[in-house]
Nanobody, 121 residues
Framework: QVQLVESGGGLVQPGGSLRLSCVVP????????MGWYRQAPGKQRELVAG???????NYASSVKGRFTISRDNAENTVYLQMRGLKPEDTAVYYC???????????????WGQGTQVTVSS
């Protein structure tokens, strides 16, 4: 089973910044898209930001202008830089990769274990 390794969550005051990282194993055949989702207590998981293999990005309207998604192809890593954090950004953040794991397989979604982000004074 492919394991994505996330890091970077924590407790931060309103207005603060955090950077999340997600390392993708190098033995995956090809990566289609990479992204970050979040799930707050009692709410559905929602897309926060995504980035394609060509570098095109998309963001949830609630984070546009505050969050930046990027990827380092050499390191097989996707980042989420979060600035101007608000209490409503509090959630568990999950890394997502849509990929073809083995050449003969169809695309599938891979998920990280989740990292808690808490924005509170």
């Amino acid at each position: 089973q492919v394991q994505l390794v996330e890091s970077g969550g924590g407790l931060v005051q309103p207005g603060g910044s955090l950077r999340l990282s997600c390392v993708v194993p190098r033995n995956i055949f090809s990566i289609v898209t990479m992204g970050w989702y979040r799930q707050a207590p009692g709410k559905q998981r929602e897309l926060v930001a995504g980035i394609t293999s060509g570098g095109s990005t998309n963001y949830a309207s609630s984070v546009k202008g505050r969050f930046t998604i990027s990827r380092d192809n050499a390191e097989n890593t996707v980042y989420l830089q979060m600035r101007g954090l608000k209490p409503e950004d509090t959630a568990v953040y999950y890394c997502n990769v849509r990929a073809v794991v083995e050449a003969w397989q169809h695309e599938s979604d891979l998920w990280g274990q989740g990292t808690q982000v808490t924005v509170s004074s």
